[in-house]
């Protein structure tokens, strides 16, 4: 008897979700915003549903998209490939029309197969792998920038800028960090730079004066960092207790305050670091709007690019949504393709796709250390 | 000058694998064990700097390098009675289990230590208080060598002289030699066999925990990753100068960090661990038992 009680509890609980799922209003628009809100990405990924979810509760008070409600939907990849595969099935099955997400590119690879099998505008904030765009995805989206772009801001900096002739480039092997190096040492060379240093380190040493003897010693005017905060600050205190005079300039891996702690100030100060702007210096009416309500919200800073980028995807879904007057993503994705242009976005103005998803132009700045060790916009941009 | 600059940058990378070398060799000497914890002892060197500086510095409630002293007492203290605990929890109930359990034992207490720290300390990379350590530096014939070097320099060289000198002049260092030659015998030559090992795990570990705070010093910040890289590169140079022999472990690890050096400077870093291991094999194939091993009679 008992048994078969359980064996009926067991039955109800298990079609719960399909009755729960029979009375949801039809009339909502469903977007899905999958990312790493546990494990090591976790700062990023919450902060991915804390700007979107401001966005979307704005939408809806305003009268949602086209008359329609917006339900938005949160799944947690862990920024783990497996999970993500999992989860993107998930927001299929809920009957998304379009998806923000995956934080890493190692996520959003296994994730972005499963959207484009099933035909949603698929749009990631962050993930900025090239061979995304690669494959041919009709329907996938990016809207930050390849570093390809930063390689060709890093060159254009040292030119014009620092008026450098003879450059150094120093990556870590990683993936990310000899991508940027190899787009970077390309541009400097178009643009007539001599590449006359270009090595890399092992992440894993803690003693980089060897190489920095080797760095003293090219003659270089500057030099182009493109690894991580936690070598850069070490390669900044070493730089000094070699006594060495450098002029370091640093990828956006080093957009980190952490860079300065290791490095030490009396090192730190001048170093030069090309990242997309800091939310605190996007000077754009929406940034600025968009950060006073984050505040406002929330109490806090929105302290991360890659939040103000969630944003920004939610607010190019809203656009095209509304332009087209459609949640067909066939219809969407080829607006986007072809006639979204100038848009005024919350991370600047966005000139539109290319035929892969990759966003056009950039917004890339050059900040300088300050002597208060802070990160500030550099008073010349190339 | 390049050159001259290399050398200084190799010797100091050399002192502080030497210094962790001693503490493989040491045991291995006694116990013929690989105790792949103690890279992570050394790790927990720099941890325990970290939270005794801290406590000092709030203490005094000003900043001097003096602050150094009661800290490194304390890691020392510290990380010996870990190291003892280490021994007497893993090690000694494993010592007639034949050679793999104890390897593997000590494997399972470096991925605990490992964990450990990562957990109470969190993952990211700590850095030593400001105004501790010792700046500035002088130049030598375009060649610049920091006050820190010249400190770490004369540290090691004092401690490893010293353990030398305890080792070789001591009624413990003798009992040390004896047991490193044959437990059974020195049993009954009335050497307290567990006693001398229980010491070994005193000076090993709590040697290893001052190498730690001394690098988390001299860099300025770690993770708690920083066991593995050194405590390989350690392990390494102490077979390379003869494991179980003490001045082939300070050798040992002098010559792996200027190979390194000059391998990273004159090539790439891309490049000096080929070059690095590729004369380590040399030194194997013409002489087995290190640079400075002895070729000990098998026992029969």
């Not at chain 1, 790493?36 to 401001?54: C, I």
């Not at chain 1, 390809?148 to 450098?164: E, I, M, P």
């Not at chain 2, 030559?189 to 690098?215: E, H, K, Q, S, Y």
Request: proline content about 4%; some cysteine; overall charge negative.
């Amino acid at each position: 008897m008992f048994k078969k009680i359980a064996l009926l509890f067991l039955v109800l609980v298990l079609t719960l979700p399909l009755f729960t799922g029979c009375q949801k209003d039809a009339g909502t628009i469903k977007i899905g915003l999958e990312g790493p809100m546990t494990g090591d990405y976790a700062y990023e990924g919450q902060g991915f549903e804390k700007a979107v979810k401001l966005l979307v509760d704005q939408t809806n008070e305003a009268g949602g998209i086209n008359g329609r409600q917006v339900e938005l939907i949160i799944e947690d990849d862990a920024g783990d490939p497996t999970q993500a595969a999992l989860v993107a099935q998930r927001l299929v099955d809920a009957g998304v029309v379009a998806v923000i997400g995956a934080y890493n590119s190692t996520a959003t690879e296994p994730a972005s197969e499963i959207y484009n099998e099933a035909g949603l505008l698929h749009i990631t904030p962050s993930s900025t792998a090239t061979r995304l765009t690669e494959k041919g995805f009709q329907r996938f989206f990016r809207v930050c920038f390849l570093d390809d772009r930063q390689g060709l801001f890093a060159a254009t900096f040292a030119k014009d800028v620092l008026g450098v002739q003879n450059l150094g480039i120093l990556h870590d092997n990683s993936t990310y960090a000899q991508g940027l190096a190899e787009h970077t040492k390309r541009y400097a060379e178009e643009m007539g730079m001599n590449v006359a240093f270009y090595d890399a380190i092992n992440p894993d040493d803690q003693d980089f004066t060897p190489i920095l003897t080797n760095i003293g010693a090219a003659g270089l005017d500057a030099i182009y960092f493109t690894g991580y905060h936690a070598q850069g600050g070490l390669l900044l205190k070493q730089t000094g207790d070699l006594g060495l005079d450098l002029n370091w300039v640093m990828g956006n891996a080093c957009n980190n305050p952490e860079l300065i702690q290791i490095g030490g100030l009396e090192n730190a100060v001048g170093t030069y670091i090309t990242t997309e702007p800091l939310p605190k210096d996007v000077d754009y009416p929406e940034a600025r709007q968009f950060v006073a309500d984050f505040q406002e919200a929330y109490d806090m800073m929105p302290d991360s690019v890659w939040w103000m980028m969630a944003a920004e995807a939610f607010n190019v879904i809203r656009y095209v949504m509304e332009e087209t007057n459609s949640t067909d993503s066939k219809v969407m994705a080829e607006f986007l393709h072809n006639e979204a242009k100038d848009i005024n976005g919350i991370t600047g103005p966005i000139l539109g796709w290319d035929e892969k998803g990759d966003r056009l132009g950039t917004i890339h700045l050059a900040y300088i250390i300050n002597e208060a060790g802070e990160l500030i916009v550099n008073p010349q941009q190339p | 000058m390049q050159l001259i600059q290399q050398m200084i940058n190799g010797i100091t990378i050399g002192a502080f694998y030497s210094l962790v070398a001693l503490g493989y060799t040491m045991v291995y000497g006694v116990l013929k064990l690989i105790n792949f914890a103690h890279g992570d002892l050394f790790m927990w060197g720099a941890y325990i700097g970290l939270t005794g500086l801290n406590i000092v510095l709030a203490l005094i409630a000003q900043t001097t390098p003096w602050a150094i002293l009661p800290a490194i007492i304390l890691v020392m203290v510290t990380v010996a009675l870990v190291g003892v605990l280490v021994e007497r929890v893993a090690y000694r109930p494993l010592r007639t289990a034949g050679r793999l359990a104890p390897v593997i034992s000590a494997l399972g207490v470096a991925f605990i230590l490992e964990s450990l720290a990562r957990n109470i300390y969190g993952a990211s990379y700590k850095t030593y208080p400001a105004g501790v350590a010792l700046t500035g530096g002088t130049t030598l014939g375009g060649a610049r060598v920091s006050v820190m070097q010249i400190v770490v320099l004369v540290v090691s060289f004092l401690l490893m002289g010293a353990l030398y000198l305890f080792v070789q002049r001591t009624r413990i260092g003798t009992a040390m030699r004896a047991v490193a030659l044959d437990h059974d015998t020195s049993r009954l030559m009335g050497i307290d066999v567990n006693r001398i090992i229980g010491v070994v795990f005193l000076i090993g570990p709590g040697l290893g925990g001052v190498a730690g705070m001394i690098v988390a010093l001299y860099y300025g910040s770690f993770d708690f990753t920083l066991g593995w890289v050194f405590g390989l590169k350690a392990f390494i140079a102490a077979i390379m100068g003869g494991i179980g022999n003490i001045p082939g472990a300070m050798l040992g690890g002098m010559i792996l960090g200027i190979i390194e050096t000059l391998g990273s400077g004159y090539l790439s870093p891309q490049w000096k661990d080929v070059i690095a291991y590729v004369i380590l094999i040399l030194i194997l194939i013409f002489r087995p038992t290190g640079l400075l091993g002895e070729r000990v009679a098998e026992k029969l």
